[in-house]
């Protein structure tokens, strides 16, 4: 998923990626994976922080779809706010969802402003779990929830090879970390109930899906909306990405956690 110049996400990749997963959608899945990530919690009256929103769909979901009060989306790349914030104010919902750029490091929120920290895809551009899971434990209200999908490596080692490869293709800050680590900073954090989902099955059948419609039926129209280049290089990307995901080094995750009343 790779592009050039100074933005991770410059806007050619933005739309590439909104081609192949949905208007507002830089991550798998599209509502239906968000909903599942938030199975059985109900945000409805709720106070949300859309942690690495992208361009807003995610953000837009949580308010239309879940019923949150409000929805604060926060991301450090420009391009993709540009991009929100035009979503925004075309859907409505503008006294209810609002986007913010914020510069890697300690989120600028006081303590206890959240009942629900929720994140897409965006922890893996954090190298620091440790403290990314103190500063999400810090900002929410006692009682609050995290909940949140990532992308995982199965261990804490070197990358094998095919993975090094994979993760160079991408071209982007990915920070990954295991399952072990991330379940001791949620739990080093002060979380309770911490609870994380193996997701490699579910996204080594879609993302064969993906290279095939790349490949295939979706590539002309990926090309006309973000060139050729980006759009072949990407294929490749696919192609490293399904040896990665068939090993299982490669495992997107569910997280959830909830701060305890008393912590």
């Known amino acids: ?13 933005i739309t590439f ?5 949905g208007a507002g959608y ?36 949580l308010a239309e779809r879940h019923g949150a009060r409000s929805v604060t989306g926060i991301d450090v790349e420009g391009p993709v706010l540009a991009k929100a914030r035009e979503r925004v104010d075309a859907s409505g ?13 300690p989120l600028p929120f006081p303590d206890r402003t959240f009942d629900i920290v929720f994140s897409k895809d965006a922890i893996v551009h954090i190298p620091d779990k ?40 991408e071209g982007l800050s990915f920070g990954m970390a295991s399952p072990t680590r991330y379940r001791e900073a949620m739990v080093a954090a002060g979380f309770a109930e911490v609870e ?25 129209r990926a090309v006309a909306a973000a060139g050729r280049a980006l759009v072949d290089h990407n294929i490749g990307t696919w192609k490293r990405m399904l040896t990665v995901l ?3 080094e490669h495992c997107p995750h569910h997280l959830r956690a909830r701060r305890p009343l008393g912590g």
């Open 196 to 220: 994380l989902v193996n997701r490699n099955p579910w996204y080594r059948e879609v993302a064969r899906g993906e290279f095939e419609q790349l490949s295939g039926a979706l590539y002309e």
């Open 246 to 248: 068939e090993s299982g």
């Open 130 to 169: 440790h403290a990314i899971m103190a500063e999400i434990h810090r900002v929410l209200k006692p009682g609050g929830r995290f909940a949140a999908s990532d992308w995982l490596i199965s261990h804490d080692g070197e990358p094998t090879p095919p993975m090094a490869d994979y993760i160079r293709s």
């Open 17 to 21: 990626l909104e081609t192949l997963w």
């Open 26 to 61: 830089l991550s798998p899945g599209g509502p239906a994976e968000v909903d599942r990530v938030l199975a059985g919690m109900s945000l409805a009256g709720c106070d949300v922080l859309d942690l690495g929103c992208g361009s807003g769909g995610i953000s837009l979901h």
């Open 1 to 13: 998923m790779t592009a050039t110049g100074d933005a991770e996400y410059p806007d050619e990749l």
């Open 93 to 105: 919902l503008a006294d209810r969802v609002r986007f913010a750029q914020v510069a890697p490091g």
